[in-house]
């Protein structure tokens, strides 16, 4: 069990004290930007208290999986829960366990490690630990949301001077008149490893004149912008933005905080690369994949598809038609992303004609991963918006890709849905 990790069981009025406290959502609204369009997304909050972040998230439409260590900041989390509508209810779990025992559970297109959870953690190996089980947690290409207090440099002298008291959380008074007071007492520092270790003393004034005292030992690391920056490049990450404040400012060293927006790197897990009509092994991948495909989606073997197919390769030389080809690490084709620039219907717009993943390559990331990478290059040529026509069953994977319905109805009861293209960012391969 980690160091610090009972200290907001000490008491159930712990719990409420944290949402008479912490009642900001400037990271909530960040966290919201990031996410942008994207809905249905399966997220992990780790070290998520009350709910505080997790609970709108949940409201936005994703799936959220919250762990704590303190069962009493979990009691009020799920009291909290079993408020919201039932829809919502049933996209959360609440999982009691100790973040530093590293078995998170897995498959999230997001890790939150926010709320300054680092400052929870006793030591450097705890922090990078949470690093190391964030990537495990994620699909390839999922992202990880850091985000602390910064505190760069040597720590203060009212951190470092043994002996010194310190009033501070959870410092405060209940409705009820209970009175909360909370101190610490640096015990020992060691400056040049930037750990620190107080005694902490809780006291709560009860209104009937009852007094309780709490006393536990608590250490921490004041984490620095470049050990953050270094475990998640070690641990598979490549960082996407940095900020200095959740209104979405640049990171500086002047700032006062360091929050890292870091996407799984892919690198080893697929290729995607643009099918070459002169390579036969991509011809023979395309025709494989294609007639999968078709089989799926009930289109039987004719001579119309062979002339169909025919016709796709010899159109891909027209230089606004893509055919992406994902291969896995054995060079196995596993996905395909067709799409053109329309110039018939939504003129100038992106059109996502055909698309597929092999069953037993699914829900790994590859999908959205291919919608991306195709957004993305449609976006190098200027193209702002993307649409498509899909089966009402297979609408939450597009909404998890950012894609919203218009309302419109194509033929077979298709629906039409479309999305902003964004860039490719760099560390998308
Ligand atoms: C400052 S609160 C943050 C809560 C929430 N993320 C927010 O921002 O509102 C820190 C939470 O981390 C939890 N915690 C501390 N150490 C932990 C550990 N080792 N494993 C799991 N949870 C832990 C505490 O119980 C507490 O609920």
Redesign the pocket.
């Known amino acids: 069990m980690?160091l610090?990790?009972r200290s907001?069981d000490l008491s159930p009025l712990i719990a409420e004290a944290y949402d008479l406290h912490?009642t900001h959502t400037t990271d909530v609204e960040m966290l919201r930007r990031l996410i942008g369009p994207r809905r249905g997304l399966r997220i992990l909050?780790?070290?998520?208290?009350?709910g505080?972040?997790l609970m709108p998230l949940a409201e936005d439409g994703h799936t959220l999986v919250g762990?704590?260590?303190?069962g009493g900041?979990l009691a009020r989390a799920r009291a909290k829960v079993a408020a919201l509508p039932g829809d919502v209810q049933r996209r959360v779990k609440l999982i009691e366990?100790?973040?530093?025992a590293g078995d998170w559970p897995g498959g999230f297109d997001l890790v939150i490690l926010?709320?300054?959870?680092f400052y929870?953690l006793a030591s450097p190996e705890e922090q990078e630990g949470c690093i190391a089980s964030a990537s495990a947690a994620l699909l390839p290409a999922g992202h990880v949301f850091v985000d602390n207090d910064h505190m760069e440099g040597p720590l203060p002298e009212s951190w470092t001077r043994p002996g010194r008291h310190r009033t501070g959380w959870p410092s405060l008074t209940l409705p009820d008149g209970t009175r909360l007071e909370g101190y610490s007492e640096n015990l020992d520092c060691d400056a040049p490893a930037r750990i620190w270790r107080a005694r902490r003393t809780v006291v709560v004034h009860h209104p009937d004149g009852r007094t309780d005292t709490h006393e536990y030992l608590e250490q921490k690391h004041p984490v620095s912008f470049a050990e953050v920056a270094g475990w998640l490049t070690r641990h598979g990450f490549a960082i996407e933005q940095t900020f200095g404040g959740h209104d979405g400012r640049p990171y500086a060293p002047d700032e006062s905080r360091a929050t890292f927006w870091a996407k799984k790197t892919v690198a080893g897990e697929f290729r995607i690369s643009s099918l070459d009509p002169g390579r036969p092994e991509d011809v023979r991948d395309f025709q494989a994949l294609f007639r999968s495909y078709h089989r799926e989606i009930g289109v039987g073997p004719s001579t119309d598809e062979d002339d169909y197919l025919a016709s796709v390769l010899k159109r891909l030389a027209e230089s606004d038609r893509w055919f992406l080809l994902a291969r896995d690490r054995s060079g196995n084709a596993i996905a395909f992303a067709y799409f053109k620039i329309d110039r018939d219907e939504r003129v100038g717009w992106g059109y996502l004609l055909e698309f597929f993943v092999r069953p037993e390559s699914r829900h790994r990331g590859l999908g959205r991963l291919l919608v991306e990478f195709s957004c993305g290059l449609l976006a190098e040529r200027n193209v702002r918006r993307a649409w498509l026509t899909t089966n009402p069953a297979a609408g939450g994977f597009w909404r998890k890709c950012g894609f919203q319905a218009t309302g419109e109805i194509h033929v077979n009861a298709q629906r039409i849905m479309a999305a902003d293209c964004q860039p490719i960012h760099s560390s998308a391969t």
């Open positions: 980690a610090n990790s907001y912490e909050e780790p070290f998520c208290g009350t505080r972040i762990l704590d260590a303190a900041m366990a100790d973040a530093t926010g709320g300054n959870c929870e």
